[in-house]
């Protein structure tokens, strides 16, 4: 049986990971380590709370003491980092933050890892350290060309220089220790349970509170969308599969603007939930700081190695989102604080 410690597990990615996981295998063990922070939240994980093969543990991964207790007593095999302050903006609000939980965080990890895993020639085998990181370490596009994996790092918001700081962190303990690791950059994701400061469930969530859309700046910088599932799959396949050192670029051409994914949410909810929702509701706002113009990933390196590709398009994907916070009013309405509750009473105490 093969343990991986999960961190920052109780977010958006982590959640869907833990459940993508534990649905397809049956003989590993998870252990879920997650500071709680506002992004964070258990109500994610309910419906497999009680699986025997699941544990929580709540701790900050900055947290020396915590972190080499867990290491001691349980024999990890993968460790999968998702534990990070994510969002841009709160970013350019309170750096130091940022560079606490990403950078301080993740050398903490990594030092328990290799205290552990360390033998007196090398390191112990079938143990990897998996760094989640994002395709905001290499900046930011014109209107052609994408990132391939040996694009140079040029991060420009406090949040992706801290995703670029951890990352040469993580490839220096593999140059330095030869300390087994894999790093995988992924672009926007979308989907259930991602905390409504993203601009796709602040949407959603605006929108059915008739709420104004805040649209930064013209609209028109672009992301390469991929749904949360799919790139859940790629993760096991670099643990599973993915050459020791290397760092594998995750996304599938869905590049969309802004203001396109804004209008497709309220033609959605126009058309099905309530027709007063229209285009009147966009405002455009004063633009975020240093606000990178586009995204865009070559995935030939994670296809050609490792035979993965998305299965979900954009079209799909975003239809299954919507439906799904329409669904669970409840979920939003407890991670808003009550915001939700117009919808949520118009759409269950009819
Ligand atoms: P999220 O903000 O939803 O979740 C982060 C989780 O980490 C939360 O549960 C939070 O409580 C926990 N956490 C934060 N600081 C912690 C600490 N010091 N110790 C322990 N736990 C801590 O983020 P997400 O969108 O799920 O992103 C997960 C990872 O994937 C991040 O590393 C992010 O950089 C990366 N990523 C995200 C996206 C995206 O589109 N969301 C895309 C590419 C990469
Ligand atoms: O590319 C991967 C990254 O995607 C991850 O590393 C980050 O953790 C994740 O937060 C996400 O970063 P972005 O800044 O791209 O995501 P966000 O949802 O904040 O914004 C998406 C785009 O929408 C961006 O161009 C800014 C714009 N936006 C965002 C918000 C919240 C708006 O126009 N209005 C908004 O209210």
Redo the contacts with the bound molecule.
């Keep these: 049986m093969e343990t991986y410690l999960i961190?920052?597990?109780?977010?958006?990615?982590?959640s869907n990971f833990i459940q993508y996981m534990l649905k397809k295998y049956q003989n590993i063990k998870i252990i879920n380590?997650?500071?709680?922070?506002y992004?964070?939240?258990l109500e994610n994980l309910k419906s497999i709370e009680n699986n025997e093969k699941y544990n929580f543990i709540q701790?900050?991964?900055?947290d020396k003491t915590a972190i080499s207790k867990i290491f001691i007593e349980n024999d990890i095999d993968y460790v999968v980092?998702?534990?990070?302050?994510?969002?841009v903006d709160r970013s350019i609000k309170e750096p130091e933050v940022f560079v606490k939980?990403n950078v301080l965080?993740t050398v903490t990890l990594l030092n328990a890892a290799k205290d552990t895993w360390k033998t007196e020639n090398g390191f112990k085998e079938y143990k990897k350290y998996i760094q989640?990181?994002?395709?905001e370490v290499y900046g930011s596009l014109g209107e052609t060309g994408y990132f391939t994996e040996t694009t140079p790092l040029d991060p420009h918001s406090p949040y992706s220089s801290s995703?670029a700081s951890a990352d040469l962190i993580v490839k220096a303990y593999y140059d330095t220790y030869k300390m087994p690791i894999n790093i995988t950059r992924?672009?926007?994701?979308y989907g259930p349970y991602?905390?409504p400061e993203?601009l796709i469930p602040l949407i959603i969530n605006n929108c059915l509170n008739n709420k104004e859309l805040p649209v930064y700046g013209d609209g028109l910088n672009i992301r390469d969308w991929l749904y949360v599932e799919d790139h859940c799959e790629a993760i096991d396949l670099v643990v599973q599969k993915g050459r020791i050192g290397e760092v594998y670029n995750i996304g599938g051409h869905n590049e969309r603007t802004n203001i396109h994914i804004v209008k497709t949410i309220i033609d959605y909810i126009k058309e099905n939930i309530d027709d007063i929702i229209t285009y009147d509701l966009i405002k455009h706002v004063e633009d975020r700081k240093g606000h990178d113009r586009r995204y865009g990933i070559d995935p030939t390196k994670i296809k050609k190695e490792l035979g993965w590709e998305p299965k979900t398009t954009f079209e799909e994907g975003i239809i299954k989102t919507i439906k799904w916070y329409l669904e669970n009013g409840k979920w939003m309405n407890n991670v808003t604080n009550g915001e939700y509750q117009e919808y949520y009473k118009k759409m269950y105490n009819k």
């Design positions: 961190t920052g597990g109780a977010g958006f990615i982590g380590i997650d500071k709680l922070t992004a964070g939240n701790a900050d991964i900055c980092n998702f534990a990070a302050e994510s969002h939980a965080g989640i990181s994002t395709d995703k992924c672009s926007n994701n991602q905390f993203k």
